[in-house]
């Protein structure tokens, strides 16, 4: 004999799940101003961009997405190649962080950016798909997906 209590809890677990991934979804939804990837949370955001040159930039962002200053925000990022964990030199530039040379060349590997907000804070890692063709979904670079569907 089956439960009428079993059945409202597969119910409201199905509703968990669902809600959850719908604010996922709603979480990553949103691009960058430069139409980059949103790393971070407010007010500890930042969006990395990748130019078509292969010149990664980490900029830090206020509550309305506008650049502020670096201060004591700190980005290391590192190249996951089949042949290793590869770093990435970072060097200021204005508001931002840009790596000192192109990334490697072919794309489809995962770039990490660990981000601080301070010197002493604990980092926060972020996995980045590297993949510089549009999406056909948002036209955005595949890196910077807005989607919620794939």
């Known amino acids: ?4 209590f079993g059945k409202t809890l597969l119910a409201l677990a199905a509703g968990l799940l669902v809600a959850f ?9 949103t691009a960058g101003p430069n139409k980059g990837k949103l790393i971070g949370t407010s007010p500890d955001l930042a969006e990395v961009v990748i130019g078509d040159d292969g010149i990664l930039s980490v900029t830090f962002l206020d509550s309305d997405n ?3 200053a670096k201060g004591s925000r700190s980005a290391a990022v590192f190249a996951q190649l089949e042949s290793g ?3 990435v030199e970072m060097v200021a530039k204005d508001e931002s962080l840009v790596s000192a040379a192109p990334l490697p ?3 489809g590997y995962i770039i990490v950016v660990q981000y601080r907000a301070s010197a002493d804070a604990k980092p926060t890692n972020t996995r980045i798909n590297y ?7 948002c036209n955005l670079k595949e890196y910077a997906c807005t989607c919620t569907t794939h």
């Open 1 to 4: 004999m089956k439960s009428p």
């Open 21 to 29: 991934t719908a604010h996922a979804e709603e979480a990553k939804a």
């Open 66 to 68: 506008k650049p502020v």
């Open 85 to 87: 964990r590869q770093p």
């Open 105 to 107: 060349k072919p794309d």
């Open 131 to 137: 993949a510089m063709h549009n999406c056909g979904g």
